[in-house]
């Protein structure tokens, strides 16, 4: 599967050993190869997005919490959320257009819901 932010391949049921350890972060234990996040657009037409280490860190690094999206601004931020905006998006050039992300919508199944081999691009 690929990361809809840089199009590397990437096994999604592979675990890997988070390589970065901005704000904190630290997986000693390996985690998933690819994280599902929310993208928010506009007027609700809220995307999912499925990203790799280095796309998750990219976004870190343009000080862009993925985490709770706020800009950082050495703040403490406390919010759990996994969400971030069409505009943090973008900043990635990422290979999927915002066009492109699958819909965010109510009638995703729970147990897939944060699974990324679940989501796939728009044509």
């Known amino acids: 599967m690929k990361c809809f932010g840089c199009d590397v391949e990437k096994d999604?049921?592979?675990?890997?050993?988070?390589?970065?350890?901005?704000?904190?972060?630290s997986t000693p234990e390996p985690v998933a190869s690819l994280f599902v996040l929310d993208c928010r657009g506009p007027n609700g037409a809220d995307r999912v997005?499925?990203?790799?280490?280095?796309?998750?860190h990219r976004l870190a690094n343009a000080n862009i919490r993925p985490w709770c999206n706020t800009t950082c601004r050495g703040s403490t931020c406390a919010d759990a959320d996994m969400?971030?905006?069409?505009t943090s998006w973008q900043m990635l050039s990422?290979?999927?257009s915002f066009a492109r992300l699958p819909p965010?919508?109510?009638s995703v199944d729970p147990a897939q819901r944060w699974d990324p081999t679940f989501?796939?691009?728009?044509?």
């Open 12 to 25: 999604p049921n592979a675990l890997e050993v988070y390589p970065y350890t901005e704000m904190g972060v």
């Open 49 to 56: 997005i499925v990203v790799c280490h280095g796309c998750f």
């Open 119 to 123: 989501y796939r691009p728009l044509p």
């Open 94 to 96: 990422p290979a999927v």
């Open 83 to 86: 969400f971030i905006t069409e």
């Open 104 to 106: 965010l919508d109510g």
